[in-house]
């Protein structure tokens, strides 16, 4: 495992938390920052990969807060999809980032490490510092939430 290997899985899990693209590019280079300053105590460890994704999920939502109190513009995700294309396509993007937009910053990175990710909840729990019943409980708030602002509910 290297750590090159995770910077588009890092990229990914950045985006769906912060939900800007630059700053998900410098939620991932910090992470490569601290991994790097870390690297004589993290080699030894067999959890790499964890190790990161946990340095990037706390990142992403401690800079998520900070840019929130300095009343900061974030980009949406329709402003991210940028190109003209299907219309529908285009109504889908907005209704689900306006929906996202929602989840508290928790329930973001719950729902992406554990359905983007695939971690189950111990994982998911290790990776955001909390208990496995707490992501359960900001996964099916999440979800909930989204079935609500979708109208699946």
Not at 12 to 36: K, N, Y
Not at 47 to 56: A, D, G, I, P
Not at 61 to 67: D, G
Not at 122 to 138: I, K, N, W, Y
Request: proline fraction near 3%; glycine fraction near 8%; hydrophobic fraction near 35%.
């Amino acid at each position: 495992m290297t750590v090159g290997s995770d910077t588009g899985r890092l990229f990914t899990l950045a985006l769906s938390i912060l939900r800007d693209e630059g700053e998900a590019q410098d939620a991932v280079q910090e992470t490569l920052v601290r991994a790097w300053r870390s690297w004589d105590s993290l080699s030894r460890t067999d959890h790499v990969s964890r190790w990161l994704t946990r340095v990037c999920v706390n990142y992403c939502i401690s800079r998520r807060r900070y840019l929130r109190s300095r009343g900061w513009p974030l980009l949406q995700m329709s402003e991210l999809a940028g190109s003209p294309g299907d219309p529908s396509s285009s109504a889908q993007i907005v209704d689900m980032d306006r929906a996202y937009r929602r989840l508290s910053l928790k329930q973001r990175a719950a729902i992406a490490l554990t359905y983007g990710y695939g971690y189950t909840d111990d994982e998911s729990a290790a990776l955001m510092g909390c208990r496995p019943g707490t992501v359960r409980t900001h996964v099916a708030r999440g979800l909930a939430t989204l079935r609500k602002e979708l109208g699946d509910a």
